[in-house]
């Protein structure tokens, strides 16, 4: 009975010692800060911000993918792989050209770190239009209700729609044109592509989360006459559960 017991201990020590040194040899990527908010910006400028982070493990990082919720965020990297007490620096871009109003977008960093191989830093910006410099001589102004849309927590399998509502804010009829998502799984569907001046008009969003799971974002693009402004942003949202 004595020697199960000691032969237990020890099987504990070793393993528990194994442990600990695996998370010393592990590469661990660690952010000083995983959020940033760019505050109130003027629509069409272009906003960078740096995240610091470090390895604080003893092997050597490898970053092998990083991508945004939308082509409007960019990461730049000055190289992929960071060996133990290295500081590295990831620069995110914000374009706001054809967005407006809140905007949420999220970047999505792959590594070899065995504890958090997926890490998701989130950039916030409110894009205002400077109505007096910009608007003045623009016939066909394109104004979306809102820019961003969540529809929370969403059963797997099922398709849930919203409404948003597209205003013409200029002094000529807004031509709507393609509408078109980055993923099949969002269809836009506007009730009538043209708009008189001081109307308004539905675009009707469909997501389908058949086959998804987890927190989805994708970007819907909306084209138009309006000559300064021919592209804008829909951004939608939804955590797909089993």
């Not at 969403?154 to 000529?172: H, L, M, P, Q």
């Amino acid at each position: 009975m004595i020697w199960k017991k000691l032969l237990s201990l020890i099987t504990f020590l070793v393993l528990s010692t194994s442990t600990t040194l695996a998370q010393f040899v592990d590469p661990i990527m660690k952010f000083f800060e995983k959020e940033h908010d760019f505050g109130s910006i003027r629509q069409g400028e272009i906003v960078e911000y740096i995240f610091p982070f470090v390895n604080v493990g003893e092997d050597t990082l490898k970053i092998f993918d990083i991508s945004a919720s939308c082509g409007c965020s960019a990461g730049l990297l000055t190289k992929r792989e960071y060996a133990k007490g290295d500081t590295g620096y990831l620069k995110v871009k914000f374009d706001s050209h054809g967005r407006q109003g809140q905007q949420i977008n999220k970047i999505y960093i792959k590594t070899n770190d065995i504890y958090n191989p997926l890490t998701v830093l989130q950039i916030r910006a409110y894009v205002y239009i400077d109505y007096k410099n910009n608007l003045s001589n623009r016939k066909s102004i394109i104004l979306l209700e809102k820019y961003f849309h969540d529809f929370g927590k969403i059963k797997e399998g099922e398709v849930y729609s919203a409404i948003i509502s597209v205003k013409n804010v200029g002094n000529d009829a807004l031509i709507i044109g393609e509408v078109i998502s980055n993923c099949n799984c969002i269809e836009a569907i506007p009730k009538s592509r043209k708009i008189q001046p001081g109307s308004s008009n539905e675009l009707k969003i469909l997501f389908d989360s058949t086959n998804l799971s987890g927190l989805i974002t994708r970007t819907i693009k909306i084209f138009s006459n309006d000559f300064d402004n021919p592209v804008v942003y829909l951004t939608v949202q939804g955590e797909v559960i089993q």
